[in-house]
């Protein structure tokens, strides 16, 4: 059996190429610039390089490669496995990249979505092992989702499962970037949290961490770090995102009764002042029979589950 697979995990402000195991082991990572998802030829170029850098320092044939992963944000047809909108790396759509793929390296080339990648590699090496229903939550510049039900990923007719943040918790509510008004993303993400603060320092809040700082300048990491030091406007930011995130989490057990809710993103770096008035939303909100058999949980895989969701698309493929 071919022990060997590429996973590549493409952002909006950098790109992830790791050679990895069958059993989840990282033997190796490169770690590029995408700009902005602007420059689509030259970030083929790059990945096409650093695979072939892995395998020389790993000292791995192609021929030992089960296949190649990908994982980007953004809709992706599931059955042409284009990408069809990604509002992080517009220059994509419609780029024919696992054939590119493919072409070049002569081997299996899987991709999809990253919430839904990171869904699998929770499955196959994290939390979501021996979980036949689990979610995947990643909250961080947005948010996004995979589920995961009876043991399989669901992806729905058009690729869209699991688009969770944008749920409507608030009619006629805050703005979001996709268009539509009220969206979970809209209150609960990074961005979300720094536009928080924005609005409450422009409402004459007084703050002495951010009396210095642009506006434009703050983001949901500055944040997470004023909370630290016990900034009163960060630490309410901070719990607000984090009773609506409560709230649609409790949407979400009491439409799905999942066993196991994982959640990850950089939100979840720190939870600091954000994870016991989530929990505190959830429990108010949720049907306490289906909140009885779901655990709530912070990912184990952390940074690496980008790397690894995408090396699991492989391994899905091939059961």
């Known amino acids: ?150 043991g399989a990923l669901i992806r729905g007719e058009g690729g869209m499962a699991g688009e969770v943040g944008h749920m409507t918790l608030v009619k006629n509510g805050l703005r979001c970037h996709c268009g539509k008004r009220g969206c979970l993303e809209a209150y609960s993400s990074g961005t979300a949290i720094a536009g928080h603060v924005k609005r409450a320092l422009k409402a004459g809040a007084k703050s002495n961490y951010f009396k210095n700082i642009k506006l434009s300048k703050i983001t949901g990491q500055l944040v997470s770090e004023a909370a630290r030091v016990r900034d009163t406007v960060a630490i309410q930011a901070r719990r607000l995102a984090a009773d609506y995130l409560g709230m649609g989490l409790a949407n979400l057990i009491n439409l799905l009764n999942p066993k196991r809710i994982i959640l990850g993103g950089g939100v979840m770096e720190n939870v600091d002042h954000f994870w016991q008035p989530m929990m505190k939303a959830v429990r108010q909100e949720a049907w306490p029979m289906a909140l009885r058999s779901c655990r709530i949980m912070r990912s184990k895989l952390r940074k690496n589950v980008g790397d690894l969701g995408a090396m699991a698309l492989i391994l899905d493929s091939q059961k």
């Not at 919430?115 to 036949?132: C, D, I």
């Open 1 to 150: 059996m071919k022990q060997g697979i590429i996973g590549i995990d493409i952002g909006g402000t950098k790109i992830s190429v790791s050679l990895g195991t069958r059993k989840g082991k990282i033997l190796a990572k490169k770690v590029f610039s995408s700009g902005n998802g602007k420059r689509v030829k030259d970030s083929i170029e790059r990945i096409e390089s650093s695979v072939s850098s892995l395998l020389s320092e790993c000292r791995f044939k192609k021929q030992q490669l089960a296949g190649i992963g990908v994982a980007v944000p953004g809709v992706i047809h599931p059955h042409s496995q284009v990408i069809q909108k990604s509002p992080n790396l517009p220059s994509w759509e419609g780029f024919p990249l696992r054939s590119v793929l493919m072409r070049r390296f002569k081997l299996p080339v899987i991709i999809e979505n990253d919430a839904n990648a990171a869904a699998l590699g929770e499955q196959y090496f994290g939390s979501g092992r021996s979980v036949r229903d689990f979610l995947y939550l990643t909250v961080s510049t947005g948010i996004g989702g995979g589920i995961v039900a009876n």
